[in-house]
Antibody, heavy 121, light 110 residues
Framework: EVQLLESGGGLVQPGGSLRLSCAAS????????LTWVRQAPGKGLEWVSS????????YYADSVKGRFIISRDNSKNTLYLQMNSLRVEDTAVYYC??????????????WGHGTTVTVPS | QSVVTQPPSASGTPGQRVTISCSGS????????VYWYQQVPGSAPKLLIY???QRPSGVPDRFSGSKSGTSVSLAISGLRSEDEADYYC???????????FGGGTKLTVL
């Protein structure tokens, strides 16, 4: 069974940094692209960033470009999201998700349960 | 404002058939596969339809997807109370080099 377990969320002041982790199991980690999707309180889903399986190509939403860095450690089956210069509008539940066989251009087939990031005003 | 638009709400009675639409452009829906997700409040999203019209194992055949040009639709037949949830469409956008989600449609079963 594919499992994705996020960690690292919490309360951080504006301008601060936080690193999210996502431990994966149940599939060949290096073969699949992964993504972060967030959901602000009471709002819809927003794509944040994706990373390809083995060649580490990365993609970012304009709202986080230059502030967030997605990375992966295939030896540890772990996905990361380094979040810098955090803003109030970054407050959200952050979901780690596995992409299907089409890589970053495809869709999510498995979602984690999410970790909450709060940046107070 | 999302580049992919969905109606904010939809509703139906048990047993009815409802359709949720999703409209985009040639750079997203028009040239890439579309995915649908179901999210029950308080839970993580779940894949409902992939590659426009394919159902993952375990998803009832009451759910179906279709695509025409730059629009897609999700149809739910034999509506049940447990179908009450938020539904999102998503696709890759070639112009943005990123994924885009529709704003979501809240389905209410009356």
């Amino acid at each position: 069974e594919v499992q994705l377990l996020e960690s690292g969320g919490g309360l951080v002041q504006p301008g601060g940094s936080l690193r999210l982790s996502c431990a994966a199991s149940g599939f060949i980690f290096s073969s699949f692209a992964l993504t972060w999707v967030r959901q602000a309180p009471g709002k819809g889903l927003e794509w944040v960033s994706s990373i390809s399986g083995s060649d580490n190509n990365t993609y970012y939403a304009d709202s986080v470009k230059g502030r967030f860095i997605i990375s992966r450690d295939n030896s540890k089956n772990t996905l990361y999201l380094q979040m810098n210069s955090l803003r109030v509008e970054d407050t959200a539940v952050y979901y780690c998700a596995k992409l299907g066989h089409l890589g970053p251009r495809g869709g999510v087939d498995v979602w984690g349960h999410g970790t909450t990031v709060t940046v107070p005003s | 404002q999302s580049v992919v638009t969905q109606p904010p709400s939809a509703s139906g009675t048990p047993g009815q058939r409802v359709t949720i639409s999703c409209s985009g452009s040639s750079s997203n829906i028009g040239s890439n596969f579309v995915y649908w997700y179901q999210q029950v409040p308080g839970s993580a999203p779940k894949l409902l339809i992939y590659r426009n019209d394919q159902r993952p194992s375990g998803v009832p055949d009451r759910f179906s997807g279709s695509k025409s040009g730059t629009s897609v639709s999700l149809a739910i037949s034999g509506l049940r109370s447990e179908d009450e949830a938020d539904y999102y469409c998503a696709a890759w956008d070639d112009s943005l080099s990123g994924s885009v989600f529709g704003g979501g449609t809240k389905l209410t079963v009356l």
